[in-house]
């Protein structure tokens, strides 16, 4: 078995498991999880970028430079979502009186 056919089949399979652990998971959990989620991307960029400044080979770079494009996306996006959820259960501002309207 060629060294493609293993590496794709261990996708394959993470695929198939990621999407079966994430459907189980209830919405009360999920922005929790997003917030260590969000660290995980982090050390995945870092790698990405690091992997893809080591590589002579145009191809390499290529889907390196695809992966450093997606994870960072995907790492802002999900500290953008987290902060929102946070200010859902924030104390807010109080509204000032509205003004009195005067009559004519």
């Not at 089949?9 to 079966?20: A, D, K, N, P, Y």
């Not at 995945?44 to 695809?66: C, M, N, Q, R």
């Not at 959820?85 to 309207?101: H, I, N, T, V, Y």
Request: hydrophobic letters at 50%; a positive charge.
């Amino acid at each position: 078995m060629s060294e493609g056919v293993v590496w794709l089949t261990i996708f394959v399979l993470s695929v198939f498991v990621g999407t079966e652990v994430i459907s189980k998971v209830s919405s009360t959990l999920h922005t929790p999880l997003m917030s260590g989620a969000n660290a995980i991307h982090g050390i995945i960029l870092l790698g990405a970028v690091i992997v893809t400044g080591a590589t002579d080979s145009t191809p390499a770079l290529v889907v390196g430079l695809v992966a450093i494009v997606l994870a960072a996306i995907n790492m802002v996006g999900g500290f953008v979502v987290t902060d929102r959820m946070l200010q859902m259960f924030g104390r807010r501002k109080p509204r000032p009186a509205p003004a009195e309207r005067t009559e004519r």
